[in-house]
């Protein structure tokens, strides 16, 4: 089993900044990719980022040049900036592990993040 907890989500003021952490434990292969999805209200969940133990990075084109999603592999934790932010990042942020070929992957609770004028 692997458990993910996030932080980092809130309240924050349109054109602010903050950056959602996310520290898996457990049984967790060497290969692996974590990263970030999102679920804004009424809508479904889509990838925002993803990054693999080895460095490789695959963004949505909808954030592509906004940001680097990064990690610590040795601290399993990944991280994920959000600068000058809009209305439109209201969403919950899902951190997700996976191992490529398992049948399932890991999520975590999922912090919400609410944009305020």
């Known amino acids: 089993q692997v458990q993910l907890v996030e932080s980092g989500g809130g309240l924050v003021q349109t054109g602010g900044s903050l950056r959602l952490s996310c520290v898996a434990s457990?049984?967790?292969?060497?290969?692996?990719?974590m990263g970030w999805y999102r679920q804004a209200p009424g809508k479904q969940r889509e990838l925002v980022a993803r990054?693999?133990?080895?460095?490789?990075?695959n963004y949505a084109d909808s954030v592509k040049g906004r940001f680097t999603i990064s990690r610590d592999n040795g601290k399993n934790t990944v991280f994920r900036p959000m600068n000058n932010l809009k209305p439109e990042a209201t969403a919950v942020y899902y951190c997700?592990?996976?191992?490529?070929?398992?049948?399932?992957?890991?999520w975590g609770q999922g912090p919400q993040v609410t944009l305020s004028s």
């Open positions: 990054i693999g133990s080895g460095g490789i990075r």
């Open positions: 457990g049984s967790i292969f060497s290969v692996n990719y």
């Open positions: 997700n592990l996976d191992h490529p070929g398992a049948t399932y992957d890991y």
